[in-house]
């Protein structure tokens, strides 16, 4: 059954935490505000029947300018460890969770406006976003749900006539996420740090009974929640290493403790394949080079286990937990890629076979996306790689790879079958992304909409639109996308 907004059935059960957790308040209202996107499928996770009202009431609430009823708008309270140094005061600086609400099959969604104003977390922000950040948030958060990545979702964007300030005048704009929670591993490092005890358990109590249930009545239920923290990190970041995903601020902050992919930002997908990349232009250090992101993964986890600490006591039993991640993570990776490469079963070599791949794609610049999807094509009778430029260095590898695949029993055309589901033709490329923002700003939405058509559906072909697989043009490849938002 579909329903119109003011059916929603709220929840709302963060709110019913002590008021230690977040300050209640309303978004601050933007001036003309104008539906920019709109998506099918997330508004299918509330049952919302998409019509013209609805969407004129979205539009209303996400300009702030009417509240949902039965919503209860908060900022949450956290902190977090930003580019490797503790920030004890953050929070929801322009974000507000609107509530929470449960849909038809049960499941409980929380509903958050990024963009809503100033909130007593800004320091010294202005509470707003612009289009630009929003509209990449939206088309991200859809892109790697459809690649099967866990992540958050995004039901809308919205812009306005209101001015915000970044480098050059902009419009602010809001994006309304949805996601399981909003809980990052920096809320419970802020009740660590801040030595509020009593609230640290009562988060923890919080998140296992409502998150984590199964685990509710176990007498080691902290250590099983760290573990399962654990596990679903280790399984996020090699879901981000074996698509070519980079996020670009892994702050804790940024982590979910459901493991899925939170707080688009300066992310990017890999083009030419190079194992350094930056896409953080502000990221000076490379701290978040996507080759750092499985050991940031486990530094970002060590932060969570501190955190943890006051609860459990056995810091042995922590760090225990702490050291499976390397070993987990290796194995998912691994197993990501065997798919990726079309292998049946693993066998002990394959993992020098995928080294010797990804060390060829990083020095000849192969693009990653296309590479893939090319291999599934490939049969001894036709070995024409143009995405590689030196074939000569890559017909060694092709030899150890087809006496490989040969021990997989299958004709090439089931490879292929195979092969093809797992390896995308369509990924967000930042210049697809720039592409559709600068349309956007002058008020032509169209673009979003034509790209996430293959965004929603990237392992299919879409003959009529094999343009948005093509690689960057170079003003494409030059992109500079830094933290500003
Ligand atoms: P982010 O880098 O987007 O994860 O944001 C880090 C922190 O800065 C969070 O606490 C945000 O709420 C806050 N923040 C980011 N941009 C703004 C802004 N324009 N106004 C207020 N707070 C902001
Ligand atoms: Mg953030």
Redesign the pocket.
């Given at each position: 059954m579909r329903i119109s907004l003011d059916q929603l059935n709220f929840n709302n059960r963060f709110g019913q935490l002590p008021e230690v957790f977040y300050t209640r308040l309303q978004a601050t209202p933007l001036d003309n505000p104008k539906l920019v996107a709109i998506s099918q499928k997330a508004a299918d996770l509330l049952d919302l029947e998409l019509n013209n009202t609805c969407k004129e009431q979205l539009t209303q609430v996400c300009g702030g300018s009417t509240a949902l009823e039965d919503s209860d708008p908060l900022a949450m309270v956290y902190s977090g460890h930003q580019f490797g140094s503790y920030n004890p005061q953050?929070?929801?600086?322009?974000?507000l969770l609107l509530g929470e609400v449960t849909n038809s099959k049960g499941e409980s969604w929380d509903l958050h406006l990024k963009g809503a104003g100033?909130t007593p977390?800004?320091?010294f922000?202005?509470?707003?976003a612009v289009l630009r950040s929003c509209i990449r948030e939206y088309l991200a958060s859809e892109a790697l749900f459809n690649l099967g990545i866990p992540t958050t979702r995004a039901l809308c964007v919205v812009t306005s006539d209101t001015p915000v300030y970044r480098e050059t005048e902009e419009r602010g704009s809001t994006l309304l996420r949805l996601a399981k929670t909003h809980i990052r591993f920096g809320h419970f490092e802020y009740f660590c740090y801040t030595k509020q005890q009593d609230a640290l358990k009562a988060l923890a109590e919080f998140t296992i009974q409502n998150y984590f249930s199964e685990l509710s009545d176990k007498d080691d239920k902290y250590i099983l929640f760290f573990k399962s923290v654990v596990e679903r990190t280790a399984r996020m970041i090699a879901l981000w290493q074996s698509n070519g995903f980079a996020h670009g601020?892994m702050?804790t902050?940024?982590m979910s403790i459901l493991g899925e992919t939170f707080?688009y930002?300066p992310y990017g997908f890999q083009d030419d394949f190079n194992w350094h990349y930056i896409c953080n232009h502000s990221d000076h250090s490379g701290r978040y080079a996507f080759s750092q992101q499985p050991d940031i993964g486990y530094w970002n986890c060590g932060r969570l286990a501190q955190a943890l600490v006051p609860l459990i006591d056995d810091v042995e039993a922590l760090q225990k937990v702490l050291d499976i991640y390397p070993q987990l993570y290796s194995d998912q990776y691994l197993s990501l890629m065997s798919k990726k490469l079309g292998l049946l079963q693993q066998e002990p070599e394959d993992a020098d076979l995928i080294k010797d791949l990804l060390q060829l794609l990083h020095e000849q610049s192969a693009d990653y996306t296309l590479f893939f999807r090319a291999l599934s094509d490939y049969s001894p009778d036709h070995e024409s790689f143009e995405l590689i430029s030196k074939p000569e260095s890559f017909r060694n590898w092709l030899k150890d790879y087809d006496n490989r695949i040969r021990r997989n029993l299958e004709s090439d055309q089931q490879r292929h079958s195979r092969m093809q589901q797992v390896n995308p033709k369509y990924i967000l490329r930042n210049y697809l992304a720039q592409n559709a923002i600068e349309k956007a700003e002058k008020g032509d939405y169209s673009e979003i909409e034509q790209l996430m058509t293959v965004l929603q559906s990237p392992y299919d072909e879409h003959p009529e639109l094999g343009h948005y697989a093509q690689k960057p043009p170079k003003w494409g490849k030059e992109l500079e996308i830094s933290?500003s938002?």
């Open positions: 953050l929070g929801d600086g322009r974000g100033t977390y800004s320091r922000g202005d509470g707003r601020v702050n902050d940024n707080d930002g933290c938002s």
